[in-house]
């Protein structure tokens, strides 16, 4: 079959720095080490239900949970590639609970803060899963080994943040500072051909993501907005359509692509949770950056900006609405107490 040329991500990417004469090539590097990766993760994730790598591995990672074979795997795909690529100074993984060295000599001048796979629960289920991303540049001095604060940068510095989720098919959608783009997969040729170029998320939703499980958990408006969204006004649009995935990434990417809102409130469900569930450096800032450069919002349930958030730890958790800006503005506007 004569398919059409499509323009690979390797080609875009080359592109792309060709617009940028200052540009050294080091992250066309990285982005083309990330997607070696993300390949050899998507063939894994793609056999999981075959090979014996079901179930879980017996340990437990930094948030406690479970860290299922496949999380594993994923873990170290990326951090044993991207230990050597030479781009990187340091690295943090929502499986570790420390920063991660790159190997003595190689040090780079970005970072990589990463899920290798978010939405993990789902594996065993053949639910859509996804590896995140997020790269900046260094503070600390080249040449010698990355430091925590090059890690702890507030989102809106990021350099480019992407994921792959492994769905239907896989998808790797990644943003610069002036571009997203979405790439599909081959599998039968192994390539990333530009499937969604230019990606804009429309104004206003269709979906609305959260789990309903903790309707009694959560702050009286967010309980006011979900009436909202559920009432009967065909003017408006409403009701919303519910699509919760359990996999952020998942619903994320349903939501920038048709129009929707991720809702992950703080909750009094543990102590914990009084700051939110997702995890900021490698779940909210990279997607915020994403679905902001796409023309949607990205705010914690009390109005802060999630990528004006200046990180404290690397497992920081923060409360995340994340998606259409007409619909994040709205939710402001309950938790405001304008409605
Ligand atoms: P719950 C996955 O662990 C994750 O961080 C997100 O990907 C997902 O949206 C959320 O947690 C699911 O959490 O409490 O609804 O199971």
């Given at each position: ?62 948030q406690g ?201 703080r909750?009094?469900k543990s102590p914990t949770r009084a700051y939110g569930k ?39 958790r ?22």
């Amino acid at each position: 079959m004569n398919r059409p040329l499509g323009i690979t991500v390797s080609r875009h990417i080359m592109d792309s720095q060709r617009l940028h004469p200052e540009a050294t090539g080091d992250l066309t590097g990285l982005l083309n080490e990330l997607i070696v990766a993300a390949k050899t993760i998507s063939a894994e994730v793609n056999m999981a239900g075959l090979a014996d790598i079901l179930g879980m591995s017996g340990k437990t990672n930094i948030q406690g949970e479970h860290v299922q074979k496949l999380d594993e795997f994923a873990n170290n795909t990326i951090k044993r590639r991207m230990a050597r690529c030479g781009y990187l100074c340091a690295m943090t993984s929502e499986e570790e609970a420390d920063i991660i060295p790159v190997a003595e000599g190689y040090e780079g001048k970005y970072t990589l803060a990463f899920d290798p796979l978010d939405g993990s629960s789902n594996i065993d289920v053949n639910v859509s899963i996804g590896t995140i991303f997020s790269i900046h540049s260094r503070l600390s001095p080249d040449g010698s080994p990355g430091e925590e604060s090059d890690l702890l940068q507030p989102g809106r510095r990021q350099v480019a943040a992407g994921y792959i989720v492994y769905g239907s098919s896989t998808m790797l959608v990644f943003a610069t500072s002036d571009e997203v783009h979405g790439f599909t997969l081959d599998p039968s040729v192994g390539e990333f051909y530009l499937s969604h170029p230019d990606i804009r998320t429309p104004k206003k939703s269709k979906y609305f993501s959260i789990n309903e499980g903790n309707y009694h958990y959560w702050q009286e408006p967010v309980c006011r907005y979900l009436e909202h969204v559920k009432k009967v006004d065909k003017a408006t649009g409403r009701p919303y359509n519910a699509r919760y995935i359990g996999s952020m990434v998942a619903d994320c990417h349903r939501n920038l692509i048709a129009g929707g809102i991720f809702l992950y409130p703080r909750d009094s469900k543990s102590p914990t949770r009084a700051y939110g569930k997702i995890r900021l450096l490698y779940e909210a800032a990279p997607l915020a950056f994403i679905v902001e450069q796409a023309g949607g919002r990205a705010v914690t349930d009390d109005g802060r900006e999630i990528l004006d958030i200046q990180p404290k730890e690397l497992h920081q958790r923060v409360p995340v609405i994340i998606g259409s800006s007409h619909d994040v503005d709205t939710f402001l506007e309950f938790m405001n107490g304008k409605k």
